[in-house]
């Protein structure tokens, strides 16, 4: 029988966005498939979190792609870019946690790609004047994923409804990020 690798990536980020300590035998479980074919696929637990790595920058990236970020005003194609990637955000927040990912000091060329593009949306909405030019673009974009991290978390620990995630999000950031006229 033939393993379906993204069922088993999907069923392994399931699993360790709610349970990062989960061991591989556990997340063998939760794929259905045996620890003995999780480890064909998976030398281990590293290889395992560079394959969500991975599946983390696809989801990012279509989302970014979707959500049409050259599209109407800065601050709807962040809201877009919000909604788009709800779905991927606990796999984000686990992999925002994973000291492994940031170690050696090079950045995987995705994430960089995804941070250039989240970037230009912020100097887009402050050439517009809808942003705080007192905030730099790099900021603003980890200030926002830290939000998506959080958001997810309150949604998989059921402190906040899913249905919620993008109005939270999209407001939190925005109230702090938006430019005040000078008194």
């Not at 997340?27 to 395992?48: E, K, M, N, P, Q």
């Not at 230009?120 to 926002?144: C, H, K, M, N, Y």
Request: include cysteine; hydrophobic fraction near 45%; aromatic fraction near 8%.
């Amino acid at each position: 029988m033939a393993v379906d690798r993204d069922h088993v990536l999907r069923s392994a980020a399931a699993l360790l966005t709610r349970k990062s300590t989960a061991t591989m035998d556990e997340v063998a479980r939760a794929a259905g498939i045996s620890r003995a074919t999780l480890h064909r696929h998976f030398a281990g637990r590293d290889a395992l979190v560079r394959a969500l790595e991975a599946l983390g920058i696809e989801e990012c990236e279509g989302a970014l792609d979707s959500a049409r970020l050259d599209e109407g005003s800065a601050q709807e194609a962040l809201r877009r870019f919000v909604t788009r990637i709800e779905p991927a955000a606990a796999l984000l927040a686990f992999l925002y946690s994973e000291n492994q990912l940031y170690e050696g000091g090079e950045q995987n060329e995705g994430w960089a790609r995804i941070d250039a593009r989240m970037a230009a949306l912020f100097r887009r909405g402050q050439s517009s004047g809808e942003f705080r030019i007192d905030l730099t673009p790099v900021w603003l974009t980890d200030a926002l994923y830290g939000l998506l991290a959080s958001g997810a978390w309150a949604v998989t620990e059921g402190r906040l409804a899913s249905k919620d995630f993008t109005y939270m999000i999209a407001e939190m950031f925005l109230g702090g990020a938006l430019r005040r006229e000078e008194p």
